[in-house]
């Protein structure tokens, strides 16, 4: 970087100095849970036919004012993404993989005919909010500053058809791992009942309907003590898809005991997981194989009992990499390994993790630095559609 780079503060930085936040502030940071406490401002950025996108603002969070005839409230045109900022070694701030959530929100909004956000815009609302609120950002390893952009349809009108204006209100909190900072292994159980998605539909979409369809299957899973529930597709229920928060991958043991990773593959009816995407990258470059291969729940069950299925692990942006201990199949329960988390499992974590925090170098350009002088030099070309 040029000093004169160097010297330049980030664009989105903000014109007068962040405020300190309110008292107690730095308890809220040390354990902050999961999105339990908002940073009290919001940004926001509107789409109307006609005169297109605004600009992002940066708002006092309140309530949304809205008409009891909002399309977006009876047919469903909701997207969101879950995405965040972490504190690096140094103290400078910087987004994971803005962009590429940016780029995941478009491919969202076009699946439900919603309006298109540029990706540079949605990459620039969400360092201008995050440099507004940098000092909510905590410092702790695995801790981040949690971004809920939430992109809905506004125009009051009860006739079905796609809406001619959208508001996309960008939320922030600080966080904990939402499954927990301790990373217990989960149990989770196969949904034998219900289906969450088909081929066709929305099932890839960051959509508010495909969480809406997972709730009730979720939720008895939860009350017959399982953390969350395993969607298997929706035509033969047989090949294991996700969870209803995270996606899967699976460690199997050649003869030798070499591990080689296995994650479903994104065939239209899974959620696109950046988190998946990373591990395949990092993966790679820890020299362990790793592939998206259909995976039945029948072979699950067999490799378990055998010992070939050595790890299985979720991982989601909100949960970042957990464990599975413990495996309902329908007929029985399984314990997978000795039930506690598996080496693999936790070398992708920390792999991941150190990225995010920067203690390792980011040779795939995932991070980008919105506070501190590396700001300005970083936002060249990021997030712009070619
Ligand atoms: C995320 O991992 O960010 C998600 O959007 C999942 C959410 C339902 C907690």
């Known amino acids: 970087m040029s000093d004169t780079a160097a010297s330049m503060p980030a664009p989105w930085a903000p014109a007068s100095p962040a405020p300190l936040g309110p008292p107690g502030l730095d308890r809220i940071l040390q354990d902050p849970g999961f999105c ?31 008409d009891p005839a909002t399309l977006g409230l009876h047919y469903g045109q909701a997207v969101f993404e879950g995405m965040k900022a972490f504190r690096g070694a140094d103290g400078t701030v910087s987004l994971f993989r803005a962009a590429d959530h940016g780029r995941r929100l478009a491919r969202s909004a076009a699946r439900l005919a919603m309006a298109e956000m540029p ?81 066709g539909g929305t099932g890839e979409a960051k959509c508010a309907g495909n969480y809406a369809a997972s709730l009730l299957t979720r939720t008895e899973a939860q009350a017959a003590g399982y953390d969350e529930a395993l969607w298997l597709d929706g035509l033969e229920r047989r090949w294991v898809e996700e969870l209803s928060t995270m996606n899967v991958f699976f460690v199997w043991h050649d ?6 990773l296995a994650t479903p593959p994104c065939d239209g009816t899974i959620v696109r997981g950046l988190t998946r995407d990373s591990l395949l990258t990092l993966a790679a470059g820890l020299g362990l194989p790793a592939v998206e291969e259909p995976t039945a729940l029948d072979a699950v069950r067999d490799g378990i009992r055998s010992g ?32 506690k988390e598996g080496p693999v499992t936790e070398r992708l974590r920390s792999a991941l993790l150190d990225v995010q925090h920067a203690r390792t170098p980011d040779t795939h350009g995932w991070l980008l630095p919105v506070t501190g002088n590396a700001g300005t030099a970083a936002i060249e070309g990021e997030g712009r559609d070619a």
């Open 36 to 66: 339990r406490h908002s940073t009290g401002r919001v940004a926001v950025v509107e789409w109307e036919a006609g005169s297109g996108w605004s600009e992002p603002r940066i708002e006092p969070y309140g309530a949304l004012s809205m």
């Open 119 to 199: 990706v540079e815009l949605f990459t620039r609302a969400c360092a201008e909010l995050v440099a507004a609120d940098a000092h909510w950002v905590p410092g702790g390893y695995g801790q981040s500053l949690y971004i809920r952009p939430l992109l809905l349809a506004t125009e009051a009108e009860m006739g079905l058809r796609p809406s001619r204006g959208y508001r996309c209100v960008f939320l922030a909190y600080p966080a904990d791992p939402c499954f927990g900072s301790d990373f217990r292994p989960l149990a989770v159980t196969a949904a034998t009942e219900t289906v969450r998605a088909v081929r």
């Open 255 to 260: 003869a030798d005991g070499r591990p080689r």
């Open 308 to 339: 070939g299925l050595a790890e299985m692990f979720a991982c989601g942006t909100a949960g970042v990499v957990v464990g599975v201990g413990r495996l309902g199949t329908g007929d029985a329960d399984l314990i997978i390994g000795d039930g």
